[in-house]
């Protein structure tokens, strides 16, 4: 039944044989009647034919007379609005890719904004029922809990029904003869796996008795990714081994594909039970199971029925009884109380600034879309202006105004469907801009995928806009008086809808003016940011970290580790010059060190603590202004030998002031202890922040540094592939199972650290560019339209006379109002909108006059642009022809 | 003028059609035969226009339909008034007579007005 009423609608002639049959009865009654009365069978044919009348037409109405359903009238229309579109290429292909822009724009921030903060976490049962624990409102300090805190809150938690802890660490593996590489491991306590819900690909979880700490810990869990790279797509990976650090490590399951960890940002692919942790880090097992040991973070799962706030309150008193009951060991948690988030996904230290940054891009993304409605409202209105004729046509005939209105709806649903999906082509393609950028400092997130959320998403937001762009040309056609268009031969237009596209055009200048002003104040904040002179030569400059520590080296071992690294690196051929430092002067994590002048009273200022080799200076690029860099006979001495400090100059400044700090004692607070050091030199001021901010700084020679890690710092002649290869091959000559971690340039790093701000500024300045085009159109659009609408005033002020610079300049002082008026409405959101970007702006003021301007000036030439087209066909208008009456 | 025609049509069509059939189910070409000969050939219209108004009337749940074979035998839809299409005819037919009184009404008030 549907099926065939279907087919009725959608087909031309449609085989109804019903009324056929009974039609061709009528022309052959007709016939036998007219034959009967003596016609010839020809002639007969022909007249019964002729009395009948125009038999599709007639059929057609027949059909119609039926009547229809509103879902039939949908469907009608819908034919109707697609052969309107098929009919009038230009305006379809204009209007459906302008929406289109429109939508996959916003339908990618949607795309991003759900990988970020809707997605849920692969394999996860009721991701809604979880919650994080925080034990550190600052990032950086304690962020973790033991083992045995975890088991005592748990009892005083009623309204988690599960908790597990998990610790995310970096760890070697090396598999056969190949290099060895990182991998994200994490420590997991309690039944992890059982509270996510998780259910194993292959093998099985940990048991309770695994899971002890006391355990012997041999045993792992690996991801499924991690599984297919390792050991093949259909192998069966339980029961196999691998060598992890330097232990070797019996495979029990395999997670669920896609599973790296609770938070979007871990990448784990490697999970163990509790007892692993001595064998990590070569140390007594019993670390585990000691209170004093902080490193879990913390998962759990409500109660049925209980929330997030109950479980806070309880895990709250429950700490308060761990302090009273232990004070020595549990006094940091005085200051820091539980807090328990509900959902894991996005980290929570990211929560915040990820859902700010997304409110922003959503907010510029709507007005991109707002835009694109208001232009293709005003194609429709241009379009319904054009066929003023036939919808008063219809209105006359009885057509009542919902049915009107609903074949606009319609036509808007068609056209706006089509868009969503050509805008989902769109998303995708501008979903390669978000990926390609580490954005948020977030590692890859290659969830950019278009899952049924987006999609939805992108289908309801086409159907919003169409309802949206249609109301504007709907109202106006009702509005439209009958008799109106009838009369005037089609030469008067109502003044109703020029208004109202002028008005539209108005309030595209000033959105996309506004995101022009905050794209360029962003491109300028990176230019800005980039131009820092950060005092050494980034670009030339190759990093390249390393650690013996999980491999099982101790100080004294690591020290010459880095020794013989160093000095086959500096040996090769092609490396300019090489040294070894304990830290990159990047944004990232440092030591502080406390520096004091000995016998002065006053605070000790606060300094970056490097350990550096003899060519540090000389290979970052970074000059020596008093004194004098580490010798090599210095570079590897321990601190105890006294081969003296460099200070920064800023760190000199505020420890000296004016006074040459060169041989003179520094009291240096360090790591572990606290020595008393000579000045030897003052090296060039560092900015290692992502912004300019100045931190003093103290190095040390490589020799005294505590830590086992290093990296290796390379200018050379040859490109960055060769000279990695070199380096590796350096290193795996000295110890195989250390692989070489984060090797990039300096130049990269910094990139990284200002990733957002280039995200922003990219996505802002494609959005203003997309949005300016958009403009230019309709601007184009309502200039061309009042051309033709003028016409005859055109002619006849030619026709007396006037110039065509006359003609120009009436065209001109149009345009010009609609852009004075649009700039000014432009300038005040450009205010609002840099406003809300003043902490993500710098060095340049949210109201830089120079942005501005040249923003303003921009659009003075598009607007230009945009109206010579139209001005130059008005000197073109014939007067005699506009004259003739129509 | 034909447009006139037309329109006068449509509104008395249907009470035309309704008092065909009230004598007795009939095809379409029959309910057309009727009409002409009823209104002596004034209304020169289309045979087929009584083919969407004998649908809207169907709609509406004036006629019924079924197919039957004729005396020659061959297949053909007719059309039968329903009891709602008979209420519908008095009504019509009631209203018919009315406005025409109504107009011949006005007809000779207006020539008497005209007199005095």
Known sequence: MIRERLKRLFTRRPADSALDEEFEFHLDMEREKLEGAGVAPAEARRRARLAFGGYDRIAEETRDSRGFTWFENVLRDTRHAVRGLARNPGFSSVAILTLAIGIGATTAVFSLANSLLIRPVAGVRAPDELVVVQFSSRPGLITGISHVNITDLHAATPALESVAGYARRSMQARAGSGVAFEVEAAVVQGEFFRVLGLR??????????????????DLIVISDRFRVAQFGDATNVVGRTLHLNSAVYTIIGVTPEGFHGTEHTSMTDVWLPPGAYGRMYHRPVDAADRRASIFYELVGRLAPGATAVQAELQLRAGMNSLIDLFPDINANYVEFQPTVHAGVGLPVSLREGTARTMRLLLGVVSVLLLIACANVANLLLSRGLARQGEITMRRALGASGARLVQQHLTEGMVLSLLSGIIGIGVAASLGVIFRAQSLLGLPAIDGLTLDWRVITFALCGAMLTGVIFTLAPAVAALRAHIFGPLQSAGRSVGSQGVRLRAALTVVQIAASLALLVGALLLVRTVQNLRGIERGYD?????????????????SESARALRRRLLESVRGLPGIQSASVASFLPVPGDRPLYRLSVPGRDGDPIVVAGFEVSADYFRTLGTRIVAGRAFTGSEEHEPPTAGAGVILSETAARELFGTVNPVDRLIEIGGFTSTTLQPVIGVAEDVRMAARDHVMPAVYQPLGAAALSHGYVLVRSSLTAAQTERLVTDALVRIDPNIPLFRAESLANALRRAIAEERLLARVLGLFALLA?????????????????????????????????????????????????????????????????????????????????LAAIGFFAVVTALASAIPARAATRIDPIETLRPQ | ??????????????????????????HGWGIGQRIQQISRDVFQVNQGSVYPALQRMVRKGWLETEWRVTENGRRARYYRLTAKGRRQLAAEQHEWERSSRAVNWVLSARAEGGRA
């Not at chain 1, 099985?204 to 002890?212: K, L």
């Not at chain 1, 309709?778 to 006037?802: C, F, P, T």
């Not at chain 2, 037309?6 to 059939?21: C, F, I, Y």
């Open chain 1, 538 to 554: 980034a670009e030339a400059v190759l990093a390249y970290g390393f650690d013996p520590s999980p491999q099982g080296y101790d």
């Open chain 1, 200 to 217: 194993p690909r292959q093998g099985r979880w940990f048991t309770a008795e695994e899971s002890a700490p006391a355990a012997a810990g």
């Open chain 2, 1 to 26: 003028v034909e447009n006139r025609r037309g329109e006068l049509l449509q509104g008395t069509l249907e009470l035309l059609v309704l008092k065909t059939l009230s004598l007795a189910p009939t």
């Open chain 1, 772 to 852: 300016v085009t958009l403009a230019a159109i309709g601007l184009y659009g309502v200039i061309a339209y009042s051309v033709v609408r003028r016409r005859s005033e055109i002619g006849i002020r030619m026709a007396i006379g006037a110039p065509a610079s006359e003609v120009v300049r009436l065209i001109a002082r149009q345009s010009f109002a609609l852009l004075s008026i649009g700039v000014l409405l432009g300038t005040l959101g450009a205010y609002w909108l840099s406003r809300s970007l003043e902490n993500r702006i710098y060095e340049v003021s949210p109201v830089d006059p120079a942005t501005y």
